[in-house]
């Protein structure tokens, strides 16, 4: 007898039936799980972009001190298998708000422009009776829809002195970029009037590329060691085209804006001053060493680093102020704070930086959720989740019925502490922006808890196979070796299960 998931149960008891807004219509405080006299909780999703996990300590992190985030996994759950569905910016952002893989919201890549009047998770909120509102970075070409309030950097926006949209009106605002999107945060929570449940979307623009640190923390990581990655001159003999044929290196595609060579534009004349003076000696020191070859990318390593964790010192701050704000208003038992990024980041491995491949570093996401109320502290999970899956938790914890067309699953039980028996044992991957900026081949794939199966397609027809526990920097495909043929047929077929399931006919047919 086939397992009926979590929701055919529902469905089956007709909890499901209705409308989006059926749950919406229960009393205030009425909900999945909540007694009548019980509040439903606040919402804080704080994401920042392109912040690898590997740049947060308490993911282990060899390189960064992140002591304001790692408060999230001391007092909540941190996930270990927390996988993006298309490691790019904008379809990142889609795939959060609507529930649904990239062929199905609309947007695959970061030329497209999302469709703003389909259904979206704040849209569903707002019928639940939740006040919404999105501040700081948005990147999906059209203006925000399904929120009571939204301030946002247009575009990719800039670290200095941006200028920002608040509800359809250009403002500028002087200053750093993240210190200001935490006031305008803070500004929102305090003048709020009535007694509504919040859901927050506070988007960084940090530490995205060209990582141009604020003026305190310019010269913050200049005396610390920096170790490299053990993978940082790798040459790529152990997987196909796709890994050679990239431009995303260190070496090569890093140029003199990113190392810092060249200062940001737009600058203040005293934000200037204090930016010559931190990068002048540097400038002076790398004409007087001129370094070439591997001491070349060993310089660009570390100036890279230097910055990028120089932005993510900002963003712990901007958490710190957030969580010290609810415990002083009294919210932080009853609000549900959630930290990611909408993919990771090569801080280095493999020559690189950026993301878009399925490999690790840019296929994981870093995922920490804080609601004392049900989740145990400094409790951690293993379970594969997925940013599809975020919509559909919030609306679960809203009280708010998912509709039946969004393809995650709330992971409420597993905040719990609790797996469900039929929870999934593989997660679907499928990344389309080629041919463009970074060259990195269209690809689809799937991911169990130890392997990990590539197709490459378009203009290259190449599959790769990587075992994670015998090889966790997926150094060598073993697609070709006979040992794992088994394995091979296995995920294959799961594989083209999964496509099935999420309805993708896009790229080449397995």
């Not at 909890?15 to 009425?30: H, I, R, Y």
């Amino acid at each position: 007898m086939q397992r009926q998931t979590r929701r055919e149960f529902l469905r089956s008891l007709g909890v499901l039936a209705g409308s989006a807004g059926a749950w919406a219509m229960l009393p205030q405080g009425v909900g999945r799980g909540q007694g009548a006299g019980q509040k439903r909780p606040n919402i804080l999703f704080i994401m920042s972009d392109d912040h690898d996990a590997h740049a947060i300590s308490c993911y282990g992190s060899k390189v960064n001190t992140t002591p304001n985030i790692d408060r999230l996994a001391k007092e909540g759950m941190r996930f270990e298998h927390c996988f993006c569905t298309n490691s790019l910016c904008a379809p990142s952002r889609a795939v959060i708000l609507t529930g649904k893989y990239s062929h199905l919201n609309g947007l695959k890549d970061n030329k497209d422009t999302f469709d703003g009047g389909q259904q979206t998770g704040p849209k569903l909120l707002r019928q639940a009776g939740y006040e919404t509102a999105i501040i700081g970075k948005w990147h999906l070409k059209t203006d925000p829809t399904g929120f009571d309030y939204w301030h946002v950097l247009p575009g990719q926006g800039v670290y200095y002195n941006p200028p920002m949209i608040e509800m359809g009106k250009r403002v500028k605002h002087q200053g750093y970029v993240t210190e200001i999107i935490t006031d305008l945060a803070l500004q929102w929570l305090k003048g709020r009037k009535g007694d509504k449940p919040f859901y927050l979307m506070l988007h960084h623009k940090a530490p995205h590329r060209e990582w141009e640190p604020a003026p305190k923390y310019l010269t913050f990581h200049d005396d610390k060691k920096i170790p490299e990655p053990a993978t940082l001159f790798d040459d790529y003999s152990g997987r196909g085209r796709a890994a050679h044929e990239q431009d995303m290196t260190i070496a090569k595609t890093m140029n003199n804006r990113d190392v810092k060579l060249v200062p940001p534009n737009g600058l203040t004349p005293e934000q200037k001053a204090k930016w010559d003076a931190a990068y002048d000696p540097k400038i002076k020191a790398f004409q007087e060493t001129n370094p070439q070859g591997q001491d070349l990318v060993r310089w660009k390593y570390r100036r890279y680093m230097q910055d990028y964790l120089g932005c993510i010192a900002s963003v712990d701050e901007s958490v710190g102020r957030v969580l010290d704000y609810l415990q002083e208003a009294g919210l932080a038992d009853n609000t549900i704070v959630i930290y990611t990024s909408d993919q990771g980041f090569y801080l280095g491995e493999h020559g690189w930086f950026d993301k878009r491949f399925m490999y690790e570093e840019s296929l994981q996401m870093p995922l920490l959720v804080r609601y004392p109320k049900e989740i145990q502290a400094g409790s951690v999970n293993q379970d594969i989740v997925m940013n599809l899956d975020f919509a559909e938790t919030f609306l679960d914890y809203a009280g708010a019925r998912a509709p039946d067309d969004m393809q995650g699953v709330s992971i409420r039980p597993l905040l719990q502490g609790h797996t469900p028996s039929d929870w999934r044992k593989s997660m679907y991957y499928h990344y389309y922006e080629y041919p463009a900026v970074h060259s990195v081949k269209r690809h689809y794939g799937v991911r169990t808890q130890r392997y990990k199966l590539i197709h490459f397609y378009n203009d290259i027809d190449e599959w790769e196979l990587y075992d994670l526990q015998n090889d966790p920097d997926e150094m060598r495909n073993v697609y070709n070796d006979p040992a794992y043929a088994d394995t091979v047929k296995e995920l294959t077929a799961e594989l083209k299960r999964l496509r099935e399931k999420y309805k993708d006919t896009t790229g080449t047919p397995i």
